[in-house]
């Protein structure tokens, strides 16, 4: 396992580390974590080995991932998601600055979210109704801080909308790619 990291953080909006239940292990997808922070020009995170997939989204600025499909940038309202088996990097760009959300997250269905998203070769989804992705995102947060009976199951619900929204509207990116 490889994790090198340089947390040169500006801010920190939320960090919101999270251990489903012991009954929660069979359920398609897993949060692990979520958390909101700007980072600074000298950020960057190397990781390989990972048993989590890792989504990305970026508010402001920009971030540059290298990983086995080559490197790309992520702009302003993107979304990337990683292979944390594979080796990746991901740094803050050319702005200085990264203001992004993270959440990690497993489970038996992962791998095919993943696969299923990078298949048309875009890594970065360019998201025209942030806003939804960012109120799923919020609702996730959400429930993690809830005690609720049945937040895994909630939780792996509001992941799944979040995921297959953010594939929908990659496959409308390609029907009809920007001008």
Same mark, same amino acid.
Request: hydrophobic content about 35%.
């Given at each position: 396992?490889?994790?090198? !990291?340089?947390?040169? $953080?500006? *801010?920190? !909006?939320?960090?919101?580390?999270?251990?489903?239940?012991?009954?929660?292990?069979? $359920?398609? %997808?897993?949060?692990?974590? =979520?958390?909101?922070?700007? #980072?600074?020009? @000298? #950020? /960057?995170?190397?990781?390989?080995?990972?048993?989590? +997939?890792?989504? $990305? +989204?970026?508010?402001?600025?920009?971030?540059?991932?290298?990983?086995?499909?080559? =490197? !790309?940038?992520? =702009?302003?309202?993107?979304?990337?998601?990683?292979?944390? *088996?594979?080796?990746?990097? !991901? @740094?803050?760009?050319?702005?200085? #600055?990264?203001?992004?959300?993270?959440?990690? /997250?497993?489970?038996?269905?992962?791998?095919?979210?993943?696969?299923?998203?990078?298949?048309?070769?875009?890594?970065?989804?360019?998201?025209?109704?942030?806003?939804? /992705?960012?109120?799923? %995102?919020?609702?996730?947060? @959400?429930?993690?801080?809830?005690? %609720?009976?049945?937040?895994?199951?909630?939780?792996?619900?509001?992941?799944?909308?979040?995921?297959?929204?953010?594939?929908?509207?990659?496959?409308?990116?390609?029907?009809?790619?920007?001008?």
């Amino acid at each position: 396992m490889l994790l090198n !990291y340089n947390i040169d $953080l500006i *801010k920190e !909006y939320y960090v919101c580390p999270y251990n489903p239940s012991a009954s929660a292990g069979d $359920l398609p %997808l897993l949060v692990e974590g =979520m958390a909101r922070c700007r #980072y600074g020009p @000298q #950020y /960057f995170t190397e990781r390989e080995g990972m048993d989590t +997939y890792l989504l $990305l +989204y970026t508010h402001e600025g920009e971030g540059v991932i290298d990983g086995p499909d080559g =490197m !790309y940038t992520t =702009m302003p309202g993107t979304v990337a998601i990683l292979d944390g *088996k594979t080796y990746h990097r !991901y @740094q803050t760009g050319q702005t200085g #600055y990264w203001d992004m959300s993270w959440i990690h /997250f497993r489970g038996i269905c992962a791998g095919a979210y993943h696969r299923h998203m990078v298949a048309g070769g875009e890594h970065a989804i360019s998201m025209t109704s942030s806003s939804i /992705f960012l109120e799923e %995102l919020d609702r996730i947060r @959400q429930l993690m801080d809830g005690n %609720l009976e049945i937040r895994d199951v909630q939780i792996t619900r509001e992941l799944t909308q979040l995921l297959v929204g953010t594939m929908e509207e990659g496959r409308r990116e390609e029907e009809h790619p920007p001008l």
